[in-house]
């Protein structure tokens, strides 16, 4: 069995690392799933899911970003989330609540020993995602939280699902010598 979470951030526009005070988280988004020979795969309604939306005070959105989020009606969402009285918290909230979520879902053992001080981690989580080391990660450590309670126990030899999906679609390559 290999148990993984898909994550997945929406953004005002891309991360250039230069001027991260530019661009905003405005959505985070994961699903936890276990790949199992053994096993049939879980429905995706049924898998446990994590999806809020994130509050800033000031919005700054690229054209490109802000069209495709109109595009896919993920703007519209946004703005009655924030002004339907549901509850939308700031980064650093949203992403104490992911962590929280992430234990519950998909545990994994911390041991801490008060003398000396010490903590021993026997397991990390697997992180999958198309954009994962170039947006989503880099995007994501700007938040403290993120940092130092979700970000060091990932395991960081990740998954890139659109690898698996693309080599399923593909015919096997024919093969080089032998009989023909």
């Known amino acids: 069995m290999f148990r993984y979470i898909s994550y997945d951030i929406e953004t005002t526009g891309l991360f250039d690392g230069k001027h991260p005070d530019k661009r905003q988280i405005i959505q985070i988004a994961a699903v936890v799933d276990e790949l199992s020979l053994d096993k049939e795969p879980t429905p995706i309604d049924d898998l446990p899911m ?36 549901n509850k939308v918290g700031y980064l650093g909230q949203v992403m104490y609540d992911f962590g929280k979520w992430l234990h519950k879902h998909a545990p994994i053992s911390i041991e801490e020993n008060e003398m000396p001080p010490t903590r021993k981690i026997t397991g990390r989580w697997n ?23 979700i970000y060091r126990y990932i395991r960081h030899k990740l998954v890139d699902p659109a690898t698996s999906f693309i080599m399923r679609l593909r015919k096997p390559p024919p093969l080089v010598g032998g009989d023909e």
């Open 50 to 85: 994590f999806c809020e939306f994130v509050r800033n005070e000031d919005l700054t959105f690229h054209p490109f970003a802000m069209n495709m989020h109109r595009k896919s009606g993920l703007m519209e969402a946004y703005f009655e989330a924030l002004t339907g009285g």
């Open 127 to 149: 992180f999958a995602g198309k954009n994962l080391w170039s947006l989503d990660l880099p995007f994501s450590r700007q938040s403290k939280v993120f940092d130092e309670q």
